[in-house]
């Protein structure tokens, strides 16, 4: 028996599977992976910044107009669309096999494929709120309001809903999430190589009966996993779910 063919009878036979995801998943969409990203030079001030100072709640605070001008060119990828990964779990969902997607990422492509519960540990780029007021916006707004873009209700700085380096995780979806995957059967770990905190540490609420991972690169589940599998996460969920459900 192939790695699929196991891989679609477990997801057969799974009432509750969870899927925890990183960005492999969305690299099959063609969105880069943000932490393989070099230095940045920033002319305006004249230094080199790492991305993860530029993606940090600091660098917001004290440079807006460069933060958000890094944040529209490396972080929206508006024209990507879900690859079979995203469309495959989706589908899992819809037939009642898989009960959520935990994910890393924050393009909201599990949405958009049709996932309906979906715990976005590190946010998403579809959501903005205003600092000051609380008041709601969408991504078109932060995208077209240049260069900073300020609440049309009380004027504070538009921040994107994502998690910046600095920042917290939020404790509702936190929870949500450590729920899921401590009542799953089955948990598939894509496109992730487990070394982001706190979101890896998920992992360890795990105590159902299959663990699956789906990576490239090897990772410190991969020992504990039933099934490991080192091929593209988008091509390995579609091939399993058509083996389950024909």
Known sequence: MTDV??????????????????????TESGIPD???????????????????????????????????????????????????GHLALAELERRGHLSAVVTQNIDGLHQVAGSQ???????????SYCVKCGAKYGIDFVM????I???EVCGGTVKPDVVLYGENLDSETIGGAI?????????IVGGTSL???????????????????????????????ELVIREPIGKTLAAAVKEAFG
């Open 195 to 225: 070394i982001v905190y706190p979101a890896a540490g998920l992992i360890d609420y795990f105590s159902g009966q299959h663990l699956i991972l789906i990576n490239k690169t090897a990772t410190r589940a991969d020992a504990d996993a």
């Open 117 to 127: 519960v979906v715990y976005e540990l590190h946010g998403s780029i579809r959501r």
């Open 34 to 84: 943000f932490r393989s990203a070099d230095g940045i030079y920033n002319q305006k001030l004249n230094k080199t910044f790492s991305p993860e100072e530029m993606a940090s709640h600091n660098f917001f605070v004290k440079h807006p107009e460069e933060f958000f001008a890094f944040y529209r060119e490396r972080f929206v990828y508006l024209d990507a669309k879900p690859n079979a």
């Open 144 to 147: 077209q309001n240049k260069p």
């Open 179 to 187: 729920r899921a995957i401590a009542q799953a059967d089955t948990l």
């Open 5 to 26: 063919e196991r891989l679609g009878k477990i997801l057969a036979q799974s009432s509750s599977a969870v899927f925890f995801g990183g960005a492999g998943m969305s």
């Open 149 to 151: 873009p300020y609440c």
